[in-house]
């Protein structure tokens, strides 16, 4: 089973700062099969980036990612209000498809 | 619109088997895998497994082999999974989310809106 790390736990900003996320995986997870999620609370995960670094649909250009094999990013340019929240990143590689444990961004 | 809508929330007691319905609607229910994953209060996101509902075929997570079973029913575009012999451990949110089968690349795009199970004496 691979294994996924994010750091750090708790990443707090503020408004308009930049945000950067890692997930660290076990193994190389071959063909970028790597997926960001956003959750808010009592909410289901929204899919940011799947690919690695192709944003999902209506996701804001202020999200990117980035990586490949065992270490990937997720950046938020100019962080808003809404963007505080759990991100978490899921392989899609093989099964299980594993998640980190999540980092939550907090103000 | 593309929607994945779940069953209501149930109380469990231990040792019972519960059944979490997913009803798909907005796409071909063929063309993508339903994923399971559920998520215990205050904690993070755990995968169950998958089903094909083209084929019926299903991959378990070596966890829950033996215990859970996912189903589907192509006529009326709705995938299950059934968890049984529950404790406590197993109270959480319970999620269904698409993937493209065809398309396997893009990942899960679209979940459903959870199924809080409860388990308690």
């Known amino acids: 089973e691979i294994v996924l790390t994010q750091s750090p736990a708790t990443l707090s900003l503020s408004p308009g700062e930049r945000a950067t996320l890692s997930c660290r995986a076990s193994?190389?997870?071959?063909?970028?099969?790597l997926a960001w999620y956003q959750q808010k609370l009592g909410q289901p995960p929204r899919l940011l980036i799947y690919?690695?670094?192709n944003r999902a649909t209506g996701i804001p250009d202020r999200f990117s990612g980035s990586g490949s094999e065992t270490d990937f990013t997720l950046t938020i340019s100019r962080l808003e209000a809404e963007d505080f929240a759990v991100y978490f990143c899921q392989h899609y590689f093989t099964s299980p498809h594993s998640f980190g444990q999540g980092t939550k961004l907090e103000i | 619109q593309v929607q994945l809508v779940q069953s209501g929330a149930e109380v469990k007691k231990p040792g019972a088997s519960v059944k979490v319905s997913c009803k798909a609607s907005g796409y071909t229910f063929t063309d993508y895998y339903i994923h399971w994953m559920r998520q215990a209060p205050g904690q993070g996101l755990e995968h169950m497994g998958w089903i094909n509902p083209n084929t019926g075929g299903t991959k378990y997570t070596q966890r829950f082999q033996g215990r859970v079973t996912m189903t589907r029913d192509t006529s009326i575009s709705t995938a299950n999974m059934e968890l049984s012999n529950l404790s406590s451990d197993d109270t959480a949110v319970y999620y269904c989310?698409?993937?493209?089968?065809?398309?396997?690349?893009?990942?899960?795009?679209?979940w459903g809106q959870g199924t809080t199970v409860t388990v308690s004496s």
């Open positions: 989310a698409r993937h493209g089968i065809k398309y396997y690349y893009y990942g899960v795009d679209v």
């Open positions: 193994q190389s997870i071959t063909n970028n099969y």
């Open positions: 690919g690695a670094s």
